[in-house]
Structure formats: structure tokens, C-alpha cells
């Protein structure tokens, strides 16, 4: 009897565990759908918002062609595919903080426009190193 019950036991506690499972893969995979439609309406409002993310887009894609063309070391594509992206990435967090901040107010402000300034910088420090990691991989052509 006392067998009988261990075994209701641990099928129930199996039984309750795979729909809980479920339940919670369900969440998540419905929290990364989200997600996903989240970051592409990002993507799509800045591309149609913002002419400097357009032009860095078409800046990233003649790159990486280059990049892939030009007989450099994977360790150089690597650099400059992967910089290429991060300029892309500060060009968002710049357009994010833009939108806050005109959003928050539009009138002249010297911390709005200090934290509009450090968001530029990091687009600037980002396209730097992205020059200086072609200016490495043009140099090692030689
Ligand atoms: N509310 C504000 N208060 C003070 N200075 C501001 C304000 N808004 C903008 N500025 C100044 O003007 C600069 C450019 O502003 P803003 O980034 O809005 O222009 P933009 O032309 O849209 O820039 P981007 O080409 O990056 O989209 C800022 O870096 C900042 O120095």
C-alpha cells in the first residue's frame, strides 16, 4: 500500500511538473515573440526617423563588403564586421535618447542637451574605432 502511494506520488509529481513546464515554456516563448516584434518596430522607426541610421546602415553594408572582398585576417574582419555593428547599436541608443528627451521637453536645457551630446560622442567614439580598425586591416594588406 505504502509502495502505491510513492508511486501516485511521484506520477502526480511528474505529471505536475511537465504542465507547470509547459505553462512556463509557453510564457517564455510568448515573452520572445514580444520581444522580437518589440526590437523590429525599434529598428523600423529609426530607419524611417532617423537619416544618420540610414546612412550608417548603407556605410556598414559597403563596408562589410569590402571587408569580405579584400583579403584581410579573420581576426580583421572579425574587427571591422563587429565595430560596424556597434556604431549601429550607439546610432540607436542615440536616437533612444533623443526621443526621451524631447519627449521629457524640447525646451533649451543644459543637462538635455549634455546628455544629447554624450549620446553623440558614443556614436562618434564608435565610428572612430571602426575607422581604426580598417586603418589596421588596410595596413596589414602591405
Ligand atoms: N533641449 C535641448 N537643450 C539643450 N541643447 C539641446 C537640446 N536639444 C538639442 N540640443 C543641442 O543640439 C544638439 C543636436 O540636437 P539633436 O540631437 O536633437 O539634433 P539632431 O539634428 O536631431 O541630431 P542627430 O543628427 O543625431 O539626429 C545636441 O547634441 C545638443 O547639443
Known sequence: MGGFFIACHTVFGFLFDLLNYRG???KLVTHLK???RWSWQGLAATWHGEYSFRAWVCANLVSAGLALWLPLSDGVRALILVIGLL???AELFNT????AVDHTSTE???LAGQA???ASAAVALSA???GLAWVIG???LF
Do not use: P, Y
Open 87 to 89: 556604431v549601429l547599436v
Open 128 to 130: 572612430l574605432a571602426g
Open 116 to 118: 544629447k551630446d554624450a
Open 96 to 99: 533612444a535618447i533623443e526621443r
Open 108 to 110: 533649451h536645457n543644459l
Open 138 to 140: 588596410l595596413l596589414s
Open 34 to 36: 514580444d520581444r522580437i
Open 24 to 26: 512556463r515554456m509557453r
